[in-house]
């Protein structure tokens, strides 16, 4: 399971409890300054979610061309690895990641 039940202690310690956070919301809100203090408070790994990005992404980015569906599932696909992988591993994370579409989170699911 990557995300606990809401009301679940996040710093539980048992296999039962979360292996993955994942702040999420809109640019500027203040995500990955809150990740990366969970990530200190709970003594787990962080991952900022644009990091996993294909270059051919951030090239679009950095030239002002939005994303479209099409380019974020690849990128999702990659920080859910990176979650699954780190879970496997019995290592708890932390990620920030836009992920506004339900569609978007389900793949980090």
Same mark, same amino acid.
């Given at each position: 399971?990557?995300?606990? $039940?809401?009301?679940?202690? %996040?710093?539980? $310690? ?6 993955? =956070?994942? *702040? #999420? ?5 203040? +995500? !990955?300054? /809150? ?5 200190? #408070?709970?003594?787990? !790994? &962080?991952?900022?979610?644009? $990091?996993?990005?294909?270059? @051919?992404?951030?090239? +679009? #980015? %950095?030239?002002? *061309?939005?994303?479209? @569906? ?5 990128? =999702? ?6 979650? @699954?992988? %780190? ?16 569609? &978007?989170? $389900? *793949? /980090?699911?």
């Amino acid at each position: 399971m990557k995300c606990g $039940d809401s009301g679940a202690d %996040a710093h539980e $310690d048992s296999q039962d409890g979360p292996t993955a =956070l994942i *702040v #999420m919301g809109v640019s500027g809100s203040g +995500k !990955t300054v /809150l990740a990366q203090e969970l990530s200190r #408070m709970l003594g787990w !790994t &962080y991952a900022e979610g644009d $990091d996993f990005h294909p270059r @051919d992404n951030i090239r +679009k #980015m %950095a030239s002002g *061309v939005p994303l479209v @569906d099409a380019d974020r599932w690849g990128w =999702l696909e990659s920080i859910a690895a990176w979650m @699954d992988a %780190a879970a496997a591993r019995g290592q708890p994370v932390v990620v920030s990641c836009s992920a506004l579409k339900r569609s &978007y989170r $389900d *793949v /980090l699911r």
